[in-house]
């Protein structure tokens, strides 16, 4: 196909303003036809709220729909154990059926009853409506939630991983290696996804944890792949330890990161580490994603420096920003919370659903000025809230400190190597004050004392906060301290406070 049929027919790059009417119609089409008849939930939620689902036509009028949140599934947990997390999935009883199909459907499946039988109707709604599969959330911060997916839900996922690997330009001449950890997380499945949509050979190792850094390292010479997928910190220490080897690789120039901002500073390091191996022409690509939405958005190749943003499936969802205090919804390219509604799903589907992630910056609606696209691009600055800790550092009152910010800044860092920090409570006292110890790996010959205090001099400016120790390691020790090879997420900051 040339290049140009292949743009005519890719909805990716079809005006926004086409794309934003077929979005309103899929949006109408989710809601009267599958979530307000089959979504126990949301059901219950539109009624109280005596809401018309028939009235919600455009992206506009779902401001008329209350938010829904990670305590929604808590909520609905504790009424009902066993429902919990089925409360959200789309259920189609005979009953929901007859009641709530439009006449026009409702007689199709009459028809199909009479002529081929109950079976091939019960067939064809377990095909569409039947969880097969699950991702969880990590829950590192709260209790993991599970969300379910139907055959429906996988063909979306392949859906995706066709156009993520669209859009960072994968080479389907070329391999690729993931290393996300072996999981029932949305990172691992939806590489695996994505290899087999798009007929791109990708060997999932697992990562650490299942064939070790060495492990890792012999796949990746063996398959010579030209990108590599994964977890930032994992992916930044495996390239460290095949540089420490003096490795060659050549071959590989592009790396794709999920699961956790990254900031420019990060990417060069990882850069740096590849060019050492002899790449050139690097580029690094983050992706966002989440388990409630059981999808994934990537930025698409640019410079280390520039990011292009997060590009998004106007088809498939709807993002809105919003004040995170008022609920107010943003104006384009404006800071705020990120609201997610799904719009063409089975299984578990949320409508309205704060993530909890804040984005510097929100959403631009004209086309990417690198790829062309002219899907809305979210900006690639989110910190998680979730990630906001209440911090008692003086005895008067406690100060939130965004761990993300802190995070970030530290990776950006080029005198740092690897990181920790530690939450503790001075001298193990749970009625003390809160103190922050930082431990540091630094790069090659720094001037400890005076990096230390200029360290702290910006954490003071960024975050309001200082570390009260910082404390200069070995490879060796942060290595261990974090358990970058055995655990599933690396142990970047601790929170070692005794409960009160
Ligand atoms: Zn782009």
Known sequence: MSKYRERLNNILFRPWKELKSLQNRILHRFITRHLYPFSPHYRKLFDENKIDPRRIKTVDDLRAIPFSSKDSFFDAQSEDLAKGTLAFCLQPSEEALKKYLPKTELIKFLCLNTLRGKDCVRNRLEKEYKPIFLTATAGTTNKPISFLYTNYDIDNLYIYGKRILEIIGINKERAAVNVFPYAPHLAFWQTVFSGIAANVFILSTGGGKTLGTEGNIRSILKVKPEFLIGVPSYVYHLLKMARAENLDMNFLNRVVLGAGRVPAGFKSKICDLLNEMGASDVRIMGTYGFTEARCAWSECPTAIDI?????????????????????????????????????????????????????????TYSPCPHCGRTVPRISSDISRTSNIKNLQLSKIKGTLVNINDLECLLDNKKEIDEWQIEIVKKDNDPYEVDELILYICPFGDVNREEFAHRLNDNVLSATEVTFNKIIFVSADEIRKRIEIESAVKAKKIVDKRPAA
């Open 307 to 363: 990011s292009s943003g997060y590009h998004t499936y106007p088809d498939k969802e709807v993002f809105e920003v919003i004040d995170p205090d008022t609920g107010e919804v943003k104006g384009e390219g404006e800071d705020g919370e990120l609201v997610y509604t799904c719009i063409d799903g089975r299984g578990s589907c949320v409508i309205r659903y704060r993530t909890g992630d804040f984005v510097k910056g929100g959403i």
